[in-house]
């Protein structure tokens, strides 16, 4: 059987990557939730929390997010409905694309713990930047029962966003 011709492989591969720079491309499969809940829940199991579930529906609502930072090119969180009385809580993270694994992504947010302290949130930082834990507090936050996170690749990074119900960081509140 002959290989195709160059002009055939283009038409095979052009929608997908067409879609990949417009759209970014946008991982929610069970691989990234088994690698992303096993360095999420092994934090928490380190501190005696109840591991998160995977939830299809935060994981859907993480992709759409992703697939606009994707676009977009740079982070910033999605805004909160003041409507909702239970918001989901977000954590999202950058990074030169293909050059980090889905476990080193969520490992940044762990390794945020060298900067916590056990209080009240906001007070939670040994830096008095709550910017400084404010991921890890949220992957810990002992209400927060659900996960679901999407990766999506853009033109240079790749976007990696994890949606949590119910939502933590809750001012007044410990985290665990």
């Keep these: ?36 809940l096993s360095v999420q829940n092994a934090e928490r199991a380190r501190l005696g929390v109840a591991g998160l579930k995977w939830d299809a529906a935060l994981a859907r609502d993480a992709a759409g997010w992703a697939r606009h930072l994707a676009v977009l090119g740079y982070l910033e969180h999605s805004p909160d409905d003041a409507a909702d009385p239970s918001p989901e809580g977000e954590n999202l993270w950058a990074g030169t694309a293909g050059s980090y694994s889905i476990e080193a992504m969520s490992k940044y947010w762990a390794d945020e713990r060298r900067f916590y302290k056990h209080g009240l949130f906001p007070n939670s930082s040994t830096t008095g930047d709550l910017e400084d834990v404010g991921h890890y507090t949220q992957m810990v936050w002992r209400s927060s029962t659900r996960v679901g996170c999407a990766l999506a690749s853009g033109e240079h990074d790749d976007f990696f966003v994890c949606r949590y119900g119910e939502g933590g960081n809750v001012i007044g509140e410990k985290p665990f």
Aim: charged share 10%; hydrophobic share 50%; glycine share 8%.
């Design 1 to 36: 059987m002959p290989w195709p011709s160059l002009p055939s492989i283009g038409r095979l591969l052009a929608p997908p990557l067409l879609a990949t720079m417009i759209l970014g491309n946008v991982a929610v499969n069970g691989d990234v939730a088994t690698r992303t």
